[in-house]
């Protein structure tokens, strides 16, 4: 049984930190490429950052470059999300997205909340 969980979202004041966490299980998580999405109300889900199987070169949105980092313990099968400098405009519910090329798989979290406000 295939499982994400996502955890760490919460209420944060502008400028403040938040690590985000993915828990993966079911699945061999050393060999798919991870990435974090997010979802604010009325809006389309985006990709917010992607790193590759083996750990290297991860990928940001421009809106947060040099604000988060990802990072991944295939060890531990836990991918990370390390968000600093919040903005208001960072509020949205934040998914891990697990994939494959082959065989072709596509993995969801349940997602986890983040909210940017004073």
């Known amino acids: 049984q295939v499982q994400l969980v996502e955890s760490g979202g919460g209420l944060v004041q502008p400028g403040g930190s938040l690590r985000l966490s993915c828990a993966t299980s079911?699945?061999?998580?050393?060999?798919?490429?991870m990435s974090w999405y997010r979802q604010a109300p009325e809006k389309e889900r985006e990709l917010v950052a992607t790193?590759?199987?083996?750990?290297?070169?991860?990928n940001y949105a421009d809106s947060v470059k040099g604000r988060f980092t990802i990072s991944r313990d295939n060890a531990k099968n836990m991918l990370y999300l390390q968000m600093s400098s919040l903005k208001p405009e960072d509020t949205a519910v934040y998914y891990c997205?697990?994939?494959?090329?082959?065989?072709?798989?596509?993995?969801w979290g349940q997602g986890t909340q983040v909210t940017v406000s004073s």
């Open positions: 997205k697990a994939a494959s090329i082959a065989p072709r798989r596509v993995y």
């Open positions: 079911g699945f061999t998580f050393s060999r798919y490429a």
């Open positions: 790193i590759t199987s083996g750990g290297g070169s991860p």
